[in-house]
T-cell receptor, first 114, second 118 residues
Framework: KAGVTQTPRYLIKTRGQQVTLSCSPI?????VSWYQQTPGQGLQFLFE???????NKGNFPGRFSGRQFSNSRSEMNVSTLELGDSALYLC?????????????FGPGTRLTVT | AQSVTQLGSHVSVSEGALVLLRCNYS??????LFWYVQYPNQGLQLLLK??????LVKGINGFEAEFKKSETSFHLTKPSAHMSDAAEYFC????????????????FGKGTKLSVKP
């Protein structure tokens, strides 16, 4: 079974631009979560989608948004990029939204904002 | 709010020595706990999870962890370190939300980088 895939793997953007990152979950997984990883703040939860609905949201500004499609693929968008948005963005999928269901992570998208 | 504390941002052991990575959690209800490993330029890989069944949990690559409620700990151990174990390890707790129900997101510790000397 194929794992979680994320595209693109690397991205360089300029401050003020916007960016869209894509995540394809493991086949059959309906929950997709997004995390931001930085050296200073570590791993922080952005949001989670299940059956095309945002189920949970972390403490990030409204510039960060996401969506999920009927095939469970998910995208996250960051508008008006700031230097501090440079990070590794990780997507994780799991079977269901609640409970002790382990999350399977993709390789991440490394975003650099200049 | 729940939190996870990993003691020691860097741990160095010799090949063949015991690996002990410490994790303490704060939770008002029994948590779900996880250990993940991250190799350079890769995502996170699940090592093991605790879901209120057996307190001693065995994972992949020879790792295991013991849930101790009285100490609010979930330390990760491996009897004999291998060079391939060098990576960053993250302890995580499943967020319980405001009403005790399990949410879908994980709260991670800051991570511990493990170095293995030959």
């Amino acid at each position: 079974k194929a794992g979680v895939t994320q595209t693109p793997r690397y991205l360089i953007k300029t401050r003020g631009q916007q960016v869209t990152l894509s995540c394809s979950p493991i086949s059959g997984h309906r929950s997709v979560s997004w995390y931001q990883q930085t050296p200073g703040q570590g791993l922080q939860f952005l949001f989670e989608y299940f059956s095309e609905t945002q189920r949970n949201k972390g403490n990030f500004p409204g510039r960060f948004s996401g969506r999920q499609f009927s095939n469970s693929r998910s995208e996250m968008n960051v508008s008006t990029l700031e230097l501090g948005d440079s990070a590794l963005y990780l997507c994780a999928s799991s079977l269901r939204s609640q409970g002790p269901h382990e999350q399977y992570f993709g390789p991440g998208t490394r975003l650099t904002v200049t | 709010a729940q939190s996870v504390t990993q003691l020691g941002s860097h741990v160095s052991v010799s090949e063949g020595a015991l690996v002990l990575l410490r994790c303490n959690y704060s939770s008002s209800v029994p948590p779900y706990l996880f250990w993940y490993v991250q190799y350079p330029n890769q995502g996170l890989q699940l090592l093991l999870k605790y879901t209120s069944a057996a307190t001693l949990v065995k994972g992949i690559n020879g790792f295991e962890a013991e849930f101790k409620k009285s100490e609010t700990s979930f330390h990760l151990t491996k009897p004999s370190a291998h060079m391939s174990d060098a990576a960053e390890y993250f302890c995580a707790v499943s967020d319980r939300g405001n009403y005790g129900g399990s949410q879908g997101n994980l709260i991670f510790g800051k991570g511990t980088k493990l170095s293995v000397k030959p």
